[in-house]
């Protein structure tokens, strides 16, 4: 696709269930990141992908976070046993290789979590 | 956690004024990057600036940065009021894959 596309675009949950969040990134892209946002505050890294490369998963903030990118390419966060202090909006970025020098990560629009 | 402080923490101006933010981290970088976020959701890549450069224009933005210092700044000029958002600064430090981002400077520019 044209740029990163994450749903669902908002998801409001009850605390203790589990929700799964999606991110489809830019075709051809190997590097996708996952980072959450809390409310006015700066970014979160929580786990990185790099092709075939055992993920950088040292921002996973407990063991209830997991995250999985399929064939290279779709990658699903996921929340087990959400808590409030969960929520926040996160954020899937793409880029064409990990360690490029050349370019900027690109973004997509965030899935808002809120959990209830 | 965020190695890099944008400083201010929010700018107010009036559109056709220069806007500078600055920036501050810890590690050896490879690279420096200024994202720009509108209403808290996707950021949008601006301009990146390699540790061995010291200077780069793009437009109306003008980044400089000072590796000695550990600093970046982002300067904006003539300001429009569609400059109003939030901007971050990140850092790819040397040996790491990961981006890591400041915590924001948010910038108000009225008509």
């Known amino acids: 696709g044209a740029g990163v596309s994450q749903s669902p675009s908002n998801k409001v949950t009850e605390k203790g269930k589990d929700v799964e969040l999606r991110c489809d990134p830019i075709?051809?892209?190997?590097?996708l990141y996952w980072y959450r946002q809390s409310l006015g505050q700066g970014l979160e890294f929580l786990i990185y992908?790099?092709?075939?490369?055992?993920?950088?998963k040292s921002g996973l903030p407990s063991d209830r976070f997991s995250a999985e990118r399929t064939g290279g390419s779709v990658s699903t966060l996921t929340i087990q046993r959400t808590q409030q202090e969960d929520s926040a909006v996160y954020l899937c970025?793409?880029?064409?290789?990990?360690?490029?020098?050349?370019?900027?990560?690109?973004f997509g629009s965030g899935t808002r979590l809120t959990v209830v | 956690s965020q190695q890099g402080e944008e400083d201010p923490q929010a700018l107010s101006i009036q559109e056709g004024e220069n806007a500078t933010m600055n920036c501050s981290y810890k590690?050896?970088?490879?690279?420096l990057q200024w994202y720009r976020q509108n209403s808290g959701r996707g950021l949008v890549h601006l301009i990146l600036?390699?540790?061995?450069?010291r200077e780069k224009h793009s437009g109306r933005l003008r980044v400089t940065l000072d590796t000695s210092k550990k600093s970046s700044s982002l300067l904006i000029t003539a300001s429009r009021a569609a400059d109003t958002a939030s901007y971050f600064c990140?850092?790819?430090?040397?040996?790491?894959?990961?981006?890591?981002f400041g915590t924001g400077t948010r910038l108000l520019v009225s008509p």
């Open positions: 590690t050896s970088i490879n690279n």
């Open positions: 990140a850092t790819r430090d040397t040996g790491f894959q990961k981006l890591v």
């Open positions: 600036i390699r540790s061995n450069e």
């Open positions: 075709s051809g892209h190997t590097a």
């Open positions: 992908f790099q092709g075939n490369s055992a993920p950088d």
């Open positions: 970025a793409s880029s064409l290789e990990g360690d490029s020098n050349l370019g900027g990560y690109t």
